[in-house]
């Protein structure tokens, strides 16, 4: 997997917008940049994914930067059921085989009240 | 459409014992991906399975650890001789062939 930065930590009050930020500098022109969320050990749920454009769906908004080295998971009106740790992931492209999840460390958004 | 399902959702065993896991995919899903969370740390890949064969196996202990995902019926992870050091969430996700996994809610392993 292309390696993935994240903050460890981040704060965000309720209803207020949670930015949250992820470099993949050596990411490959093919790979996707996933995100998950981990919510208090129960298994990790899909968000979003992209590859160059702008992505939105239900739960949020990805932002790809034009170089592609970085990205941002925006949630838009967050809640106190957004507390979960986030993870930024840029699986290998490759046919067949391996297409194991890399998690990294994440990083834990606190949504205050 | 129900999602991934694993069971049991918790697993008591004494040491030396055996362990089986099972999760069955979402439905269209042929693909499985098996990944293990030890206590404070992060989610760490362990196999990779199509039905009836195993695709990656490269995070998978080399000893007393297997799995299977048989033609019918759920993927079953087996776990021999159980130690304490195998306490942990086991979780399955599955696909329908392209790189999204979707995850089931795990097991929880307990080794006494």
């Known amino acids: 997997d292309a390696k993935t930065t994240q903050p460890p930590s981040m704060d965000c009050a309720e209803g207020r917008a949670a930015n949250l930020p992820c470099n993949h500098s050596?990411?490959?022109?093919?790979?996707?940049v996933y995100w998950y969320r981990q919510i208090h050990s129960q298994g990790p749920q899909y968000i979003i994914h992209?590859?160059?454009n702008n992505e939105t769906n239900e739960m949020a908004s990805l932002i790809i930067t034009e170089d592609r080295k970085s990205s941002t998971l925006i949630l838009p009106h967050a809640t106190l059921r957004d507390t979960a740790v986030y993870y930024c992931?840029?699986?290998?492209?490759?046919?067949?085989?391996?297409?194991?999840?890399?998690f990294g460390s994440g990083t834990q958004l606190t949504v205050l009240p | 459409n129900a999602g991934v399902m694993q069971n049991p959702r918790h697993l008591v065993r004494r040491r030396g014992q055996e362990a089986r896991l099972r999760c069955s995919p979402m439905?269209?899903?042929?693909?499985v991906y098996w990944y293990r969370q030890l206590p404070e740390e992060g989610l760490k890949f362990m196999v990779y399975?199509?039905?009836?064969?195993?695709?990656?196996e490269s995070g998978m202990p080399k000893e007393r650890f297997s799995a299977e995902f048989p033609k019918e019926g759920p993927s079953i992870l087996r776990i021999q001789q159980v130690v304490r050091g195998d306490s942990a969430a086991y979780f399955c996700?599955?696909?329908?062939?392209?790189?999204?996994?979707?995850f089931g809610p795990g097991t929880r392993l307990l080794v006494l």
């Open positions: 996700a599955s696909s329908s062939g392209g790189e999204t996994q979707y």
């Open positions: 050596t990411i490959s022109g093919n790979e996707y």
């Open positions: 992209g590859l160059k």
């Open positions: 992931i840029a699986p290998p492209r490759s046919s067949g085989s391996a297409r194991q999840l890399t």
């Open positions: 439905k269209g899903h042929s693909h």
């Open positions: 399975l199509q039905k009836e064969n195993i695709i990656d």
